[in-house]
């Protein structure tokens, strides 16, 4: 925890990624620290910037949330799966941020998979 903490500040960014995998030990500390005042925050944060946005994470005019100017969907199906695995992991969660997150899930992943017109998976959907 000591160098989790030391890292932390400016800097920091939303995504999890291939160059920025702390998001994947947040969800996994919060497991066995779950009452960590530090790892709650950055949680909290990062569920935000997800399902409403920041100064990481914008929405196209159509809702795909993005932090970034390319692999928007590679970073929002991340975000996507480290918000699940932190419900699925955590005890004592509200209610009303499952419900938060399992309507942000459902709602990225119908654009991914074409809800807005165009799936950007191949094979699936039709594509005008």
Same mark, same amino acid.
């Given at each position: 925890m000591k160098?989790?903490? !030391?890292?932390d500040?400016p800097?920091?960014? !939303?995504?999890? !990624?291939?160059d920025?995998?702390?998001?994947?030990?947040? =969800?996994?500390?919060?497991?066995?620290?779950?009452? !960590?005042?530090?790892?709650?925050?950055? =949680?909290?944060?990062?569920?935000?910037?997800?399902?409403?946005?920041?100064?990481?994470?914008q929405?196209?005019?159509?809702?795909?949330?993005?932090?970034g100017?390319?692999?928007s969907?590679?970073?929002?199906?991340n975000?996507?799966?480290?918000?699940?695995? /932190?419900?699925?992991?955590?005890?004592?969660?509200?209610?009303?941020?499952?419900s938060?997150?399992?309507?942000?899930?459902k709602?990225?992943?119908? /654009?991914?998979?074409?809800?807005?017109?165009?799936?950007?998976?191949?094979g699936?959907?039709?594509?005008?």
């Amino acid at each position: 925890m000591k160098h989790y903490k !030391d890292e932390d500040g400016p800097g920091v960014w !939303d995504n999890f !990624d291939w160059d920025s995998n702390s998001w994947g030990a947040v =969800i996994l500390l919060n497991r066995y620290y779950p009452n !960590d005042a530090l790892l709650q925050s950055r =949680i909290s944060g990062f569920i935000k910037s997800w399902t409403q946005g920041s100064n990481w994470v914008q929405f196209t005019p159509k809702g795909l949330a993005y932090s970034g100017p390319w692999g928007s969907l590679r970073h929002v199906g991340n975000a996507l799966f480290l918000m699940k695995a /932190y419900v699925n992991g955590a005890k004592n969660i509200p209610a009303s941020l499952k419900s938060q997150i399992d309507c942000t899930v459902k709602k990225q992943l119908g /654009y991914i998979l074409g809800d807005t017109g165009r799936s950007f998976v191949v094979g699936y959907g039709t594509n005008p």
